[in-house]
């Protein structure tokens, strides 16, 4: 590519604006998105009445928007696990449900 130095800077300024405008790779939690942050995060619920003893599969579990211990992407930390007590039917998982 030929360019004189005037045509360069504007060259390389458009590569800094496009730089700016495409934005950071990491990704943070704003002000404005962290009262609706619970509302539209999805948990992991009971998705089957799980007696205490029972060993969860991924059968077991189902997903919904709400509150709870576990989010969508937490299924390695329970399923395996043995339920210490028995869990209803749509009930989002808690921690002490676990050994």
């Known amino acids: 590519m030929s360019a004189d130095p005037d045509e360069m800077k504007m060259y390389v300024a458009a590569i800094r604006e496009s730089e700016v405008l495409l934005g950071k790779p990491q990704k943070t939690i704003q002000k404005s998105e962290e009262a609706v942050l619970t509302k539209v995060r999805r948990i992991i619920m009971s998705n089957a009445v799980i007696k205490s003893g029972q060993v969860i599969t991924k059968n ?8 709870g211990d576990f989010c969508a992407g937490d299924e390695n930390e329970i399923v395996g696990k043995t339920a210490t007590e028995d869990i209803s039917l749509g009930a989002p998982f808690k921690k002490e449900f676990f050994v």
Do not use: A
């Not at 077991?60 to 509150?67: A, F, T, Y």
């Open 60 to 67: 077991d579990i189902s997903w919904v928007r709400g509150e």
